[in-house]
Nanobody, 122 residues
Framework: VQLQAYGGGLEQPGGSLRLSCSVS????????IGWFRQAPGKEREGVSC????????YYPESVKGLFTISKDNAENTVYLQMNNLSPEDTAVYYC????????????????WGQGTQVTVSS
């Protein structure tokens, strides 16, 4: 499995960014896809996931209403749209494979992609 995340960068507070995760090698694997982030000095935090099978999504309260995850099956890509960014969203964002993604939470992570840095600052 290969996970390639991109789309990070520097954004001002209140702005938006869309992260992309290109996924390969999952054709016969049941894994779902998610996003984690790790801010300096903090533990990694799951911020969203999406089921590859039925599109079920999950968001923790910290990002609910701000982040939206989606997938393009034809392009084997998963997106994370992040709106109304705040400095607290500054972190390295990782896409992962996991199982399962359910409406009440994120399951165990199997694979980590390389991270993409998101910095929110004026």
């Amino acid at each position: 499995v290969q996970l390639q995340a991109y789309g990070g960068g520097l954004e001002q507070p209140g702005g938006s960014l869309r992260l992309s995760c290109s996924v390969s090698g999952l054709s016969s694997d049941p894994s779902d896809i998610g996003w984690f982030r790790q801010a300096p000095g903090k533990e990694r935090e799951g911020v969203s996931c999406i089921s590859r099978h039925d599109g079920t999504t999950y968001y923790p309260e910290s990002v609910k209403g701000l982040f939206t995850i989606s997938k393009d099956n034809a392009e084997n890509t998963v997106y994370l749209q992040m709106n109304n960014l705040s400095p607290e969203d500054t972190a390295v964002y990782y896409c992962v494979t996991l199982w399962p993604c359910g409406e009440y939470g994120m399951g165990s992570v199997d694979d980590w992609g390389q991270g993409t840095q998101v910095t929110v600052s004026s």
